[in-house]
DNA sequence: TGGTAATGGCTAACGATGTTCGCTAAAGTA
DNA sequence: TACTTTAGCGAACATCGTTAGCCATTACCA
């Protein structure tokens, strides 16, 4: 850190603020999921109108963006305290999942936007994943994918209500090992 | 049909016109996704006032709902009308995806309203898939979900844009082969 | 230290959205 | 023919994301 590049007192609080709108946002949608997240619904949670939000983010896709970059951050967190075998991926990311539904429907349901996203992150969570498969990436892929959609259709109810998703999840692993 | 079931003339043509309505739906969100899907635009495809649509829907979560149902019937029939391996059920389970992209996502990203789908709908959809799994349920969800996984994420734009998704799903229809 | 520029709030407002209301003309029915 | 139901309409409302313009405070610098 030179001193030229030391950060501005003002700079700091500036993004402070943007860090304390972001765990608003967060919040928010961990309670109310994404439908709850509003722009003056937000602004109202950390004491300010919804225009003066617009000072410190472009729009709302941003606030989207940073909390799908926060849940591949989570996510990718728990997937590298597993285990490392693929039935303890499997189940901790079926539970994180479960865990964090709405930040997991915004983290995997927008269209990805690379070019916002830290890059490295993607590959990174994901890295956990590649090795239990031995370093094959389109089976890794396909692991990735079948995990997705089981937690994907989960959430959204798509299976009978009667389902034994214990059974689903152990077929997959089963089929992958 | 008995004499007092045959439905009256102005039944038919009330039957005919909610008709219309659903299919204009289904090509704006053919055309331009979900998000182009506007009572007003829906009802000037009509030719109509957006107010007037309410006479012949509940809300515009019943277009919705119709068009899911719609999207598994064609989904189905796409199914069963494909070879009864594995790989020829993914192969047609993708290209119907890939081929209807914004009506795969209303048919499988909405919270499934069971009791508004026609009964029996569901499992008849995925009967070709069980039948060639041999019967096991859980395996059937499992590669369901492994399909709707990869499919999700490639609209979705989650992989790396220079993945072999060929190789994936031919990981894939390995695993659970 | 005083003057100037940038910062971060505010209110008002716009256009789009889903939807409700009340009216009316036509169609169906007795 | 008289009544009721139907299916359209325009006006309007609340909510949404967002923009414009204003203003007080803060930061910086001669």
């Not at 501005?8 to 949608?29: D, F, G, N």
């Not at 993607?122 to 990735?144: I, K, M, N």
């Not at 299976?159 to 059974?167: G, I, K, N, V, Y």
């Amino acid at each position: 850190m030179s001193l030229a590049e030391r950060p501005s007192p003002v700079a700091v609080r500036r993004a402070a603020r943007r860090e304390q709108i972001l765990a608003a946002a967060e919040a928010i949608v961990a309670a109310d999921g994404v439908e709850g997240l509003t722009m003056r619904r937000l602004a109202d949670e950390v004491g300010m109108q919804a225009p003066s939000l617009y000072k410190h983010l472009r729009d709302k896709e941003e606030v989207l963006v940073a909390l799908q970059e926060s849940a591949l951050q989570s996510m990718g967190e728990a997937l590298a305290g597993a285990e490392p075998d693929l039935g303890s991926l499997a189940a901790a990311y079926r539970s994180w999942a479960l865990d964090h539904p709405a930040l997991y429907e915004v983290g995997t349901g927008l269209a990805l936007r690379r070019n916002a996203l830290t890059p490295g992150l993607e590959s990174w969570a994901a890295e956990p994943l590649v090795a239990v498969v031995g370093g094959d990436e389109h089976r890794a892929r396909a692991v990735w994918a079948a995990a997705h959609g089981l937690v994907d259709l989960e959430l959204h109810d798509r299976f009978p209500p009667d389902a034994d998703l214990d059974a689903a999840w152990a077929a997959m692993v089963d089929a992958f090992k």
